[in-house]
C-alpha cells in the first residue's frame, strides 16, 4: 500500500514536470537549451543514418544505379527543354521576367526518416540537420537535384522536420511535362497520385509530372517546374468528372544521405 | 550509480536508433522491461528525461512523449497488484497497447506492425533479463 502511495505521488511529480516541460521549451531559454541538446544529437544521427543507407546502397547492382541515373538525366534535361520552350513563349508574349523572390539553396544531411527502413517503404516524414538558425523556415521545399522531396513542416533551431511527397498532409499543383495537363499531386496508400485532372486533358504514360507552383506571400513553397514522378498508370473513366494518374517518384528517398533547402533570402 | 550510467547510455543509443533508422518504440520497450524487472519510482525520472529527449530528436512538442512515457508507467504499475507483471505475456500485452498508443498518438503509419515488432523485440529483451536476473519468472 505505501510502495503504491509512492508511487502515485511519483507519477503526479513527473507528470506536472512534463506539463512544466511543455511550457519551458516554448520560451526563450528553452529554444537555447533544445538547439545545444540539437547540437550534441546532430553527430551521432548523422553517422548512424549514414551507416544504414549505405548499407542499403551496396545491395544494389553498379549496372542499375547506373541506368537509373541515366534515366533521371534525360528526363532532367526532357523537363528543362520543355520549360524553356514555355518560358520563351511566355516572354514572348509579355516582355516582363517574373518577380520571384530570390533562393539560394542550402545543402542539408539527413538525420532520420519517419518510417522504418527495413520495410523499404518511401519516408513520409526525413529530418534533416538545419533550423532556423541556419534560415531553414516552415514551408520551404527541399529538393535533389531539380527532385522535389517535400515541404519544411516545423523548424526547431537547428533541426527540421520535412513531409514528404508521400505525407497525405502533403498536396500541391503539378502539371505534366508534355501534355501540359494540370492537377493535384496528392499521396495515395504507399505511392503518388495525380489526381482531379479534367477528362479532356491527355494524360500519357511516362510522361512526367513537375510542380505547377503554390509559393506563399513570403515567397516560401513549391516553385514551378520541380520534378515529382513519372506517371505509371492513367485511371480513366468516361462517367468520372475527373481523371488520375500513378507517379513513380524518380528518386528512392531511403537512399538519400542529402539534400537541398530552397532557401528564400 | 554504474547500474544508472549504463542504463542512461543504452536508453541514449535507443534515442538515437529509434529517430533515425527504425521508427519502433525502443525507448518505450527499454522502460517497460526496466520497470517490470525493478519496480522502481526511478522508472519516472527515465521516462521524463528519455521522452523530452526524444521529442527533441524528432523536432515534436517537447514534454509530450514524457506525459505519455510516466501515465504508461504508472498505468502498468497498476496492475502489480492485481496480476504477476513479470511475465512474458503480460510485457507483450503492453507493449502492444502502449506502442500503439503512442502510434496514434503521433498519426504514425503501420501502427500494429510496429507494435508487433515492438513485442518481439521486447520479448528477447525480457528473456534476456530473465537469464541475468533470477528474480524474474517467466
Known amino acids: 500500500m505505501k510502495q503504491r502511495q509512492q508511487m502515485s505521488k511519483t507519477f503526479i511529480f513527473f507528470f506536472f514536470i512534463s506539463l512544466i516541460t511543455v511550457f519551458f521549451f516554448r520560451t526563450?531559454?528553452?529554444?537555447?537549451?533544445?538547439?545545444?541538446?540539437?547540437?550534441?544529437?546532430?553527430?551521432?544521427?548523422?553517422?548512424?543514418?549514414?551507416?544504414?543507407?549505405?548499407?542499403?546502397?551496396?545491395?544494389?547492382?553498379?549496372?542499375?544505379?547506373?541506368?537509373?541515373?541515366?534515366?533521371?538525366?534525360?528526363?532532367?534535361?526532357?523537363?528543362?527543354?520543355?520549360?524553356?520552350?514555355?518560358?520563351?513563349?511566355?516572354?514572348?508574349?509579355?516582355?516582363?521576367?517574373?518577380?520571384?523572390?530570390?533562393?539560394?539553396?542550402?545543402?542539408?544531411?539527413?538525420?532520420?526518416?519517419?518510417?522504418?527502413?527495413?520495410?523499404?517503404?518511401?519516408?513520409t516524414t526525413i529530418i534533416i540537420d538545419k533550423g532556423n538558425a541556419e534560415g531553414v523556415h516552415t514551408n520551404d521545399v527541399v529538393v535533389y537535384k531539380n527532385i522535389i522531396l517535400g515541404k519544411v513542416a516545423k523548424a526547431s533551431e537547428h533541426v527540421s522536420v520535412v513531409?514528404?511527397?508521400?505525407?497525405?498532409?502533403?498536396?500541391?499543383?503539378?502539371?505534366?511535362?508534355?501534355?501540359?495537363?494540370?492537377?493535384?499531386?496528392?499521396?495515395q496508400g504507399d505511392g503518388i497520385l495525380f489526381d482531379n485532372v479534367i477528362l479532356s486533358e491527355k494524360l500519357e504514360v511516362n510522361d512526367v509530372i513537375q510542380t505547377k507552383g503554390d509559393v506563399n506571400e513570403q515567397?516560401?513553397?513549391?516553385?514551378?517546374?520541380?520534378?515529382?514522378?513519372?506517371?505509371?498508370?492513367?485511371?480513366?473513366?468516361a462517367s468520372a468528372l475527373f481523371q488520375s494518374a500513378e507517379i513513380t517518384p524518380m528518386i528512392d528517398m531511403t537512399r538519400l544521405t542529402i539534400a537541398f533547402v530552397l532557401v528564400t533570402q | 550509480m554504474k547500474n544508472s550510467s549504463i542504463i542512461l547510455l543504452l536508453f541514449f543509443f535507443a534515442i538515437i536508433v529509434e529517430?533515425?533508422?527504425?521508427?519502433?518504440?525502443?525507448?518505450?520497450?527499454?522502460?517497460?522491461?526496466?520497470?517490470?524487472?525493478?519496480?522502481?519510482?526511478?522508472?519516472?525520472?527515465?521516462?521524463?528525461?528519455?521522452?523530452?529527449?526524444?521529442?527533441?530528436?524528432?523536432?515534436?512538442?517537447?514534454?509530450?512523449?514524457?506525459?505519455?512515457?510516466?501515465?504508461?508507467?504508472?498505468?502498468?504499475?497498476?496492475?502489480?497488484?492485481?496480476?504477476?507483471?513479470?511475465?512474458?505475456?503480460?510485457?507483450?500485452?503492453?507493449?502492444?497497447?502502449?506502442?500503439?498508443?503512442?502510434?496514434?498518438?503521433?498519426?504514425?503509419?503501420?501502427i500494429l506492425m510496429h507494435a508487433g515488432i515492438a513485442a518481439m523485440i521486447a520479448s528477447i529483451i525480457f528473456l534476456i533479463t530473465s537469464r541475468i536476473s533470477p528474480q524474474v519468472h517467466r
Open chain 1, 28 to 123: 526563450q531559454i528553452g529554444a537555447s537549451v533544445q538547439g545545444i541538446i540539437e547540437l550534441i544529437y546532430i553527430p551521432f544521427q548523422k553517422i548512424t543514418y549514414a551507416a544504414t543507407s549505405d548499407k542499403v546502397i551496396k545491395n544494389e547492382s553498379q549496372e542499375v544505379t547506373k541506368l537509373k541515373e541515366e534515366n533521371r538525366r534525360l528526363q532532367l534535361q526532357l523537363s528543362n527543354i520543355k520549360n524553356i520552350e514555355r518560358e520563351a513563349q511566355a516572354l514572348r508574349d509579355q516582355f516582363n521576367t517574373s518577380n520571384e523572390m530570390a533562393r539560394k539553396l542550402l545543402p542539408v544531411a539527413i538525420l532520420g526518416i519517419g518510417d522504418a527502413l527495413f520495410v523499404k517503404k518511401q519516408p
Open chain 1, 163 to 187: 513531409e514528404t511527397v508521400y505525407n497525405k498532409r502533403s498536396t500541391f499543383s503539378g502539371q505534366a511535362v508534355q501534355s501540359g495537363a494540370v492537377g493535384v499531386v496528392r499521396a
Open chain 1, 219 to 237: 515567397g516560401r513553397g513549391y516553385t514551378p517546374g520541380l520534378l515529382v514522378g513519372k506517371i505509371t498508370a492513367v485511371h480513366k473513366k
Open chain 2, 19 to 110: 529517430s533515425t533508422i527504425i521508427s519502433i518504440p525502443l525507448t518505450l520497450v527499454g522502460l517497460l522491461v526496466l520497470f517490470v524487472n525493478k519496480k522502481d519510482t526511478s522508472i519516472f525520472l527515465y521516462a521524463w528525461l528519455t521522452g523530452v529527449l526524444l521529442d527533441i530528436a524528432y523536432v515534436r512538442t517537447i514534454g509530450l512523449t514524457s506525459i505519455f512515457f510516466t501515465t504508461f508507467i504508472f498505468l502498468v504499475s497498476l496492475y502489480d497488484k492485481k496480476y504477476e507483471i513479470r511475465t512474458l505475456p503480460f510485457c507483450i500485452i503492453a507493449i502492444c497497447t502502449g506502442a500503439a498508443l503512442l502510434g496514434l498518438l503521433y498519426e504514425k503509419n503501420n
